[in-house]
């Protein structure tokens, strides 16, 4: 479990993004959580040379359309890394089980079949603070974290 914010990153170390096109897809589901991973993917991109016209943005209901929605994006899209946002929060059944490990495989899934990597950005947290403190609280900013990733695969 993170105990201190992991979205901190020397800059120096990050190759220049300026000639790099990505794709985002974003679930609507949890949409307070989502848009702080997007602001954080977003803004982390930008700052680190992304042009904000050569980052695409797509939405999907929930974390487990992710899959069909960065397939989508990359058989339509030309784009160096694509980044999956979502947040799935621990209820009362083992709805969560399935859907966190359907996700996680599929977004397993795209890395294998496609050229290029997507980036796994879906907090599977057993709290909504958990999520709050994961999305630019006190743990920083996964989005932050995905994008330096998507940076770097990109560039792999």
């Avoid at 403190?133 to 695969?153: P, T």
Wanted: glycine share 8%; with cysteine; net charge negative.
């Amino acid at each position: 479990m993170a105990t201190t914010n992991l979205s901190n990153y020397d800059k120096t170390t990050i190759p220049n993004a300026k000639n790099l096109r990505f794709g985002i897809v974003v679930s609507e589901w949890n949409e307070i959580i989502t848009e702080n991973l997007f602001k954080g993917a977003y803004d982390t991109l930008v700052e680190n040379g992304a042009l904000p016209e050569n980052i695409i943005r797509w939405n999907v209901p929930g974390s487990f359309e992710l899959i069909f929605g960065c397939k989508k994006l990359l058989e339509n899209q030309e784009v160096d890394a694509v980044i999956a946002i979502g947040t799935v929060i621990q209820g009362e059944t083992k709805h969560f089980d399935f859907v966190c490990d359907g996700v996680t495989q599929g977004i397993k899934d795209l890395n294998i079949k496609y050229k290029v990597p997507t980036i796994f950005c879906v907090l599977t947290d057993n709290t909504m603070q958990q999520s709050i403190d994961r999305s630019g609280g006190k743990h920083g900013n996964k989005g932050v974290e995905c994008a330096i990733a998507a940076i770097k695969m990109a560039n792999l």
